[in-house]
């Protein structure tokens, strides 16, 4: 079972630091989750600069230019946002029972281990 997926809020852990420049301790939901090459994208995080060709559309305007947008991020340098302290924190599952249709079926839940110091 996946520990992060689409729409969770994480925060990044690892890298360089805001005063330098990077994205160390950043929060954002994440955008798309790249199973194979165990990589998030995360919105607000790891701007990469784009050079695109210059190229015309079905009406005749002009496209291309200089783009930014995110590039995706390692899933070990995120952790998971604890909803209520709103602090980097470990995934955990659970097995929870739920009734449907009378039938009693064993769901794994994850949830947000207590989240101490920051990780």
């Known amino acids: 079972m996946a520990k992060i997926k689409k729409g969770d809020l994480v925060q990044v852990i690892s890298g360089s630091s805001q005063k330098r420049g990077g994205d160390r301790g950043k929060q954002g939901r994440v955008i798309e989750v790249l199973v194979d090459q165990n990589r ?3 919105e607000g995080v790891n ?3 784009k050079h695109v060709r210059v190229g015309q559309t079905q009406r005749g305007s002009k496209t291309g230019g200089i783009e930014t947008h995110e590039a995706p991020i390692h899933i070990s340098n995120v952790a998971l946002v604890d909803p209520e302290t709103k602090k980097p924190t470990r995934v955990g599952h659970r097995v929870e029972q739920v009734t449907k249709d009378g039938a009693t079926k064993n769901v794994r839940v994850r949830y947000a281990k207590k989240s101490g ?3």
């Open 40 to 42: 998030v994208v995360v």
């Open 47 to 49: 701007f990469v600069t």
């Open 117 to 119: 110091k920051d990780l």
